[in-house]
Every structure is written in structure tokens, then in C-alpha cells.
């Protein structure tokens, strides 16, 4: 299939995917999206129009809701949005709970979800995998989750550190640069401001999730951020 027809196909499915209106089709397209650029190695930037707009900023919110949100899934919060060229926060959501809140363009926020929904999708298979044949208790089953969203976590930081980096540099090309500034314009429009997080106590579980984080990771593409990238899975 001839490579801009695939573009154009993405950029539609993250459309349908930012459509309010209809949240399980916004959902089915995201996933589709998200398959389709981990098959063709495309970023959300390698897909979308060359500009972009401030109007075109807006927040969204996950499908995911908590009463209380596991930290393990709160650790990759903020590395998954600003890896798809966004921004988050959590968010109280009336009497449901917890839940993500993106800022960002539809499109991103759309690809973000997707990344996020994938994730936790990923984790909870190598937990099972941890668990088989052991008699686990639930703080090593939770300490492992935690573990290996930390690995996953850090391995999109760099990503993202680089992008900064050459930001500052003026080093970077035009779509890794604009991935940067859609992030800076996001922090302005909606006041964002990250809090150090708090130290946290693990035990045996911990080392093994990193470990097998280690399995899961994201790469760059050539021109700015990439889908995440996850080896040996489908």
C-alpha cells in the first residue's frame, strides 16, 4: 500500500478517534490507529498535517476510572502524553473516581490513550507470566507491576529528554521540534506544573518488573516521537 494512503487512513482513524459523541467508536479507532503505526514504524507527527494550531489544543479524558488509581498505572501518566506529544494531570471526576486527564490535540490525546490502554494491556500479561507456577503474594504482584511501568517509563523519558535537548539545541528536525513546542504551549494554556513524587517502599517483586520492562520498549523514528514500540508481542 502506497505510503501516503496509509497516512491519510491514520490521520481519519485519530479523527474518529477524538469524536466525543461516540466514545466506543473513538476507542476502536484509536486502537486501529495505534496497530497501524506500530506495523508501519509512523509516529503520530509522521502522520499529521504539517501545522497546527493553539485553538487546536483541548483536553480530553481517559477511559480509565479508579477510585483509587494503581501507582503503577499513575507512573506512566505523564512519560506516555508527553511521548505522543501532550501533556497530563489526574483528574477527580464527580462521584466515578480518578481518572487521566490529556491536553493536547484530539489526535494526540487519541494516540496517547491508545499507547496508555496498550500498556496496562502489556504489564498485566507480564504479571501473569511472573505469577505462573508461583504462589505470589499480592504486594510481589504489585511491586512487579510497579517495577516494570517504572522501566517502561524511563525508557520514554530519554525520548523525551532528547527531543528537549535538541529543542534547545535547534539540532532537531522539524517534527521533533514542533512535538516540543505543541508540549510548551500545552504547559502555558493550561497552567501545567509537575510535582516530585514521593519515595516508595518495594520489595521482591520490584527488581523482577523491571527486568521484564526492560522487554518492553520505545524507540525513536527519524523524525521525532515514534508509537511505542513494544518487542515480542502482537
Known amino acids: 500500500m502506497d505510503i501516503d494512503k496509509i497516512r491519510k487512513r491514520i490521520r481519519r482513524?485519530?479523527?474518529?478517534?477524538?469524536?466525543?459523541?461516540?466514545?466506543?467508536?473513538?476507542?476502536?479507532?484509536?486502537?486501529?490507529?495505534?496497530?497501524?503505526?506500530?506495523?508501519?514504524?509512523?509516529?503520530?507527527?509522521?502522520?499529521?498535517?504539517?501545522?497546527?494550531?493553539?485553538?487546536?489544543?483541548?483536553?480530553?479524558?481517559?477511559?480509565?476510572?479508579?477510585k483509587r488509581e494503581p501507582g503503577w498505572v499513575s507512573a506512566l501518566h505523564v512519560p506516555v502524553a508527553q511521548l505522543n506529544g501532550?501533556?497530563?494531570?489526574?483528574?477527580?471526576?464527580?462521584?466515578?473516581?480518578?481518572?487521566?486527564?490529556?491536553?493536547?490535540?484530539?489526535?494526540?490525546?487519541?494516540?496517547?490513550?491508545?499507547?496508555?490502554?496498550?500498556l496496562i494491556k502489556q504489564i498485566n500479561?507480564?504479571?501473569?507470566?511472573?505469577?505462573?507456577?508461583?504462589?505470589?503474594?499480592?504486594?510481589?504482584?504489585?511491586?512487579?507491576?510497579?517495577?516494570?511501568?517504572?522501566?517502561?517509563?524511563?525508557?520514554?523519558?530519554?525520548?523525551?529528554?532528547?527531543?528537549?535537548?535538541?529543542?534547545?539545541?535547534?539540532?532537531?528536525?522539524?517534527g521533533e521540534l514542533m512535538v516540543v513546542s505543541k508540549r510548551q504551549a500545552i504547559q502555558v494554556k493550561f497552567g501545567v506544573k509537575y510535582r516530585s513524587g514521593s519515595a516508595r517502599r518495594v520489595g521482591d517483586g520490584y527488581g523482577a518488573g523491571r527486568a521484564a520492562g526492560a522487554g518492553v520498549g520505545a524507540r525513536e523514528s527519524v523524525r521525532g516521537s515514534a508509537p511505542l514500540q513494544l518487542r515480542g508481542t502482537t
Open 13 to 66: 482513524l485519530l479523527a474518529m478517534a477524538g469524536d466525543a459523541g461516540s466514545p466506543h467508536e473513538a476507542a476502536i479507532a484509536a486502537r486501529r490507529a495505534a496497530a497501524m503505526m506500530r506495523k508501519h514504524d509512523l509516529s503520530e507527527e509522521d502522520t499529521a498535517e504539517d501545522s497546527w494550531s493553539i485553538d487546536d489544543l483541548a483536553s480530553e479524558f481517559t477511559n480509565q476510572l479508579y
Open 86 to 118: 501532550c501533556e497530563a494531570r489526574n483528574w477527580w471526576k464527580h462521584d466515578y473516581g480518578w481518572t487521566t486527564q490529556w491536553l493536547g490535540t484530539p489526535a494526540d490525546c487519541a494516540a496517547a490513550e491508545a499507547t496508555l490502554e496498550y
Open 125 to 174: 500479561q507480564l504479571a501473569l507470566v511472573y505469577q505462573r507456577g508461583s504462589n505470589r503474594t499480592r504486594k510481589q504482584m504489585n511491586d512487579f507491576r510497579f517495577g516494570a511501568a517504572c522501566e517502561i517509563a524511563n525508557t520514554m523519558r530519554e525520548i523525551v529528554w532528547k527531543q528537549e535537548a535538541a529543542h534547545r539545541a535547534g539540532t532537531g528536525d522539524a
